[in-house]
């Protein structure tokens, strides 16, 4: 059975730092992109990053330029978002999607259940 997970969530004061995990089981992460999304209350869910196969980094929100970077383990079949400098503006629900492909420009095929991020003083 395909699933993705996330975690790593929780609440973080303004300025601090976070690091969400993606884990895949049923299929290997290692042939296909993955997309970090998010989506804050009474908002549509929006791009965060996106990391190809080959590790080719692709941010969909300017927001978060500078202040969130996306890695991989293939090894342990994850994904990563760190998440630095955080801001109230970066609360939300925070989803993993695997693409269809390997680059960034394929659909999201798989999505996780998501993490909340509450950043809050």
């Known amino acids: 059975q395909v699933q993705l997970v996330e975690s790593g969530g929780g609440l973080v004061q303004p300025g601090g730092a976070l690091r969400l995990s993606c884990a895949a089981s049923?299929?290997?992460?290692?042939?296909?992109?993955i997309g970090w999304f998010r989506q804050a209350p009474g908002k549509e869910r929006e791009g965060v990053l996106c990391?190809?196969?080959?590790?080719?980094?692709?941010y969909y929100a300017d927001s978060v330029k500078g202040r969130f970077t996306i890695s991989r383990d293939n090894a342990k079949n994850t994904v990563y978002l760190q998440m630095n400098s955080l801001k109230p503006e970066d609360t939300a629900v925070y989803y993993c999607?695997?693409?269809?492909?390997?680059?960034?420009?394929?659909?999201?095929?798989?999505w996780g259940q998501g993490t909340q991020v509450t950043v809050s003083s």
């Open positions: 049923g299929f290997t992460l290692n042939y296909y992109a």
């Open positions: 990391i190809s196969s080959y590790g080719g980094i692709r």
């Open positions: 999607a695997s693409k269809s492909g390997s680059n960034c420009s394929h659909q999201n095929r798989y």
